[in-house]
């Protein structure tokens, strides 16, 4: 339609979904120092996920906490 802007839909290829094995968190907290938008820590500095569907502005960062947690408790899905 002419004057009515395009609608952009996020769908699951664009979106990114996080999940995190707290049983397994070994409490590090390289996930908080890389992506603290995200991930934060209770008072055993188990891993608490903040946001599970985080903007674009994070993923990289998101990312970079999967890659940094050594007890490879967060997964990502989607982006």
Do not use: W, Y
Not at 14 to 26: G, L, N, P
């Amino acid at each position: 339609m002419i004057g009515v802007p395009d609608q952009i839909e996020e769908n699951e290829e664009t979106q990114m979904r996080v999940e995190v094995d707290a049983d397994k968190c070994i409490g590090s907290g390289a996930c908080v120092i890389a992506c603290p938008e995200v991930f934060s820590q209770d008072e055993g500095g188990v891993v608490i996920l903040l946001e599970a569907t985080p903007p674009a502005d994070v993923h990289e960062r998101v990312r970079e906490a999967v890659r940094a947690c050594p007890a490879e408790v967060i997964t990502v899905e989607g982006e």
